[in-house]
């Protein structure tokens, strides 16, 4: 996918000093996962960022991304890497990549300079000092683990999937260190197939553990609930509810003062403490696929798939209003965000300078591809595809429903030959032309 920057006019006050990374998973066993950024000071969505597919990739299955102290290490499952950023304001410079060859890393906290990772091939926890990039030690465990998070000394981990078998596992583990190794203290007992762990602190200083679980029925359908671990100090109360069998469950959990925000079966929920939901009506149901959630202030970034092939979606949507404020086409399969904050005095949300082509993909294309190309709200406009004398073959009216990148897939007319093509976008009497190739 080529490199692609929104260029934005100023309109309103956005983010304060912080810049969202987003990475894309990839297709399993294909080096495509990709990186972008959805930078201070504008809102607009860059990438992908460093590695290009084919020519550069980044690995194979984007798992997740963990910020801490201005390094961004982005875990790379299928291609047992951990690939490390350091990060400025609106820019991220690529260090290094550490091994983890064989392990299969999932997920990782991190706590000084010492990354803990979870690993589904060990399986077990790989805890790696980041001053030297060595295994220090591993904790061999009986399931493969997923979630992971350090709290006020104590290691919590989420046991997904029994360790010889696909089979759902059930437990939270809790680990603490007696001076020498850490130990288990505590095993919870949980709805099958936990995943990622999300730390809530609420708003009088206690916290507590959310995640989601999901696993098949006998007729393959998944079944899915809702978790909550208050931690206490004497271990944690654990409690959860079960939603039945789902559609669109992503594992993320977002937080909105002291209540969970959760998307399933095209809507999005709000749950308190004892569990009971409320749905939000406000944000229209959805078809497409969410795969990812992040809050940032009134704002809440979703990551969207209609086909697990790119290009995916990312969509800005208001919190207060429940208004989609901004939509941006990525890679395929937006699975992670994570937030790097640091001082300003003012951020913008920016608007499309101009209506204009950005890509295709792909491109050589031999029968259909996905062009993508950036408007006005409320702006109507005419796509051409013309051969290189200037003839037409195909003319199609598109609209900007929003601010921002919009998609359209072509389809090339079976009896035309091989060769180069241009694509056109009118408004008026102004266009923008792009050369595309197409290959019988």
């Known amino acids: 996918?080529?490199?692609?920057?929104?260029?934005?006019?100023?309109?309103?006050?956005?983010?304060?000093?912080?810049?969202?990374?987003?990475?894309?998973?990839g297709n399993f066993m294909t080096p495509n996962a990709s990186l972008w950024r959805l930078s201070e000071g504008s809102a607009a969505i860059e990438g992908p960022l460093h590695w290009s597919y084919p020519q550069n990739p980044?690995?194979?299955?984007?798992?997740?991304?963990?910020?801490?102290?201005?390094?961004?290490?982005?875990?790379?499952?299928?291609?047992?890497?951990?690939?490390?950023?350091?990060?400025?304001?609106?820019?991220?410079?690529?260090?290094?990549?550490?091994?983890?060859?064989?392990?299969?890393?999932?997920f990782m906290t991190i706590e000084n300079n010492l990354a803990y990772i979870t690993c589904w091939l060990v399986p077990g926890i790989v805890i790696l000092d980041l001053n030297t990039d060595s295994i220090l030690e591993s904790?061999?465990?009986?399931?493969?683990?997923?979630?992971?998070?350090?709290?006020?000394?104590?290691?919590?981990?989420?046991?997904?999937?029994?360790?010889?078998?696909?089979?759902?596992?059930?437990?939270?583990?809790?680990?603490?260190?007696?001076?020498?190794?850490?130990?288990?203290?505590?095993t919870v007992t949980t709805q099958p197939g936990p995943s990622e762990l999300f730390l809530q602190t609420l708003s009088d200083g206690e916290k507590a553990l959310w995640f989601i679980n999901t696993w098949f029925d006998e007729s393959w359908n998944t079944n899915a609930g809702v978790n909550r671990f208050?931690?206490?100090?004497?271990?944690?109360?654990?409690?959860?509810v079960?939603?039945?069998?789902?559609?669109?469950?992503?594992?993320?959990i977002v937080f909105c003062e002291d209540k969970a925000l959760i998307s399933y079966?095209?809507?999005?929920?709000?749950?308190?403490?004892?569990?009971?939901?409320?749905?939000?009506?406000?944000?229209?149901?959805?078809?497409?696929?969410?795969?990812?959630?992040?809050?940032?202030?009134?704002?809440?970034?979703?990551g969207y798939?209609?086909?697990?092939?790119?290009?995916?979606?990312?969509?800005?949507?208001?919190?207060?209003?429940?208004?989609?404020?901004?939509?941006?086409?990525?890679?395929?399969?937006?699975g992670s965000i994570a937030s790097y904050s640091y001082p300003t005095n003012v951020s913008k949300l920016l608007r499309p300078a101009k209506f204009q082509l950005i890509s295709n993909y792909p491109n050589p294309f031999n029968s259909s591809t996905m062009i993508m190309w950036n408007g006005i709200a409320g702006e109507e406009y005419k796509l051409r595809m013309v051969n290189l004398l200037g003839q037409e073959l195909s003319s199609t009216k598109v609209y900007a429903t929003y601010d921002g990148v919009h998609r359209h897939l072509f389809q090339m007319n079976e009896n035309s030959v091989s060769g180069l093509y241009m694509?056109?976008?009118?408004?008026?009497?102004?266009?923008?032309?792009?050369p595309v190739i197409f290959l019988k």
């Open 1 to 25: 996918m080529k490199r692609m920057v929104l260029m934005m006019l100023l309109v309103t006050i956005l983010w304060g000093g912080t810049d969202h990374y987003i990475l894309c998973e």
């Open 242 to 252: 079960n939603l039945g069998i789902v559609t669109q469950l992503p594992p993320d």
């Open 305 to 334: 798939t209609d086909d697990y092939q790119a290009p995916d979606s990312l969509a800005v949507w208001n919190l207060d209003s429940f208004e989609n404020e901004a939509q941006f086409a990525v890679g395929a399969i937006p």
């Open 230 to 240: 208050e931690i206490t100090a004497n271990g944690g109360e654990y409690s959860s």
């Open 265 to 302: 079966n095209g809507n999005f929920h709000y749950y308190d403490a004892q569990l009971q939901a409320n749905l939000i009506s406000g944000i229209s149901k959805y078809s497409s696929i969410v795969y990812s959630m992040a809050r940032v202030g009134h704002q809440l970034l979703v």
């Open 423 to 434: 694509v056109q976008l009118i408004s008026g009497k102004q266009q923008d032309s792009m």
């Open 139 to 186: 904790i061999t465990l009986d399931g493969k683990p997923e979630g992971i998070k350090l709290i006020d000394g104590r290691l919590y981990v989420s046991i997904v999937e029994k360790a010889s078998s696909w089979d759902k596992d059930n437990r939270l583990l809790v680990f603490e260190n007696d001076g020498e190794s850490w130990v288990l203290s505590q």
């Open 58 to 106: 980044l690995g194979d299955t984007g798992q997740s991304l963990t910020i801490h102290e201005d390094k961004l290490y982005i875990i790379v499952n299928n291609s047992h890497t951990i690939e490390v950023m350091q990060l400025s304001p609106g820019t991220s410079i690529y260090e290094r990549s550490i091994s983890l060859a064989g392990k299969g890393p999932r």
